[in-house]
């Protein structure tokens, strides 16, 4: 079983659109938990940590589900410059920054 | 953050032969790691680079086909060796901060071997 696994998509979708990403984890040992964003031939940015209250910035909400290892992201009235992959990522144990990532989902927001 | 310089940002080279890439931080870190990036995939953390001493090794990457050295906590370096076209790749050296546990990352370094 990999250690982050997530949804590949692609998921194409109009803009304006609500778009829900999800990624579950197998190490429940595990203390940090983000995702990333990257755009085409660029390096991975951080989009948001999570936190297990859940947590917010504007369009973007992301959840934690500890019990389930379950994290989620949820893009609301998306933007064609949302259009990228969107990573899944969780950190190895105790190991601070060793993060592991999920394959990724490609997001494309169509006009 | 820190700012993370690779070198080369982008190389092709014949196969085997070996290709070292550089990562400059411009402030003291206590991780830093390297990753492999394949055409259409996620990263795969090839190692930990420990200052020091030698690296630690994921599941499939061994340090023949991969050295990685750290003199000291500012600076690694990432060696692919004897290269085959399998080995084409971006790779990134990623860093870990004192009192943050996200990753920042690096340009990448764009590698096709011929």
């Known amino acids: 079983r990999k250690e982050v696994e997530q949804d590949p998509g692609p998921f194409n979708v109009p803009e304006g659109a609500t778009v829900a990403f999800n990624c579950t984890y197998s190490?429940?040992?595990?203390?940090?938990f983000f995702w990333y964003r990257q755009d085409c031939r660029k390096e991975p940015k951080l989009l948001m940590s999570?936190?297990?209250s859940g947590n917010e910035d504007g369009r973007f909400t992301a959840q934690l589900n500890r019990a389930s290892q379950y994290i989620s992201l949820l893009i609301r009235d998306s933007k064609l410059s949302d259009s990228a992959t969107y990573l899944c990522a969780v950190n190895r144990g105790s190991s601070a920054s060793k993060i592991i990532f999920g394959s990724g989902t490609r997001l494309s927001i169509r006009p | 953050s820190a700012v993370i310089s690779q070198k080369p940002s982008r190389d092709i080279c014949q196969r085997g032969t070996s290709l070292t890439i550089q990562c400059q931080v411009d402030s003291q870190v206590t991780m830093m790691f390297w990753y492999r990036q394949q055409p259409g995939q996620s990263l795969t953390l090839i190692a930990t680079a420990n200052q020091g001493s030698e690296a630690t090794y994921e599941s499939g990457f061994v340090i023949d086909k991969f050295p990685i050295s750290r003199p000291n906590l500012t600076f690694s370096t990432l060696t692919v060796s004897n290269m085959s076209p399998e080995d084409s790749s971006i790779y990134l050296c990623?860093?870990?901060?004192?009192?943050?546990?996200?990753?920042?990352f690096g340009q990448g370094t764009r590698l096709t071997v011929v």
């Open positions: 999570v936190y297990s």
């Open positions: 190490n429940s040992a595990s203390q940090s």
């Open positions: 990623s860093v870990g901060i004192e009192g943050t546990t996200e990753a920042f």
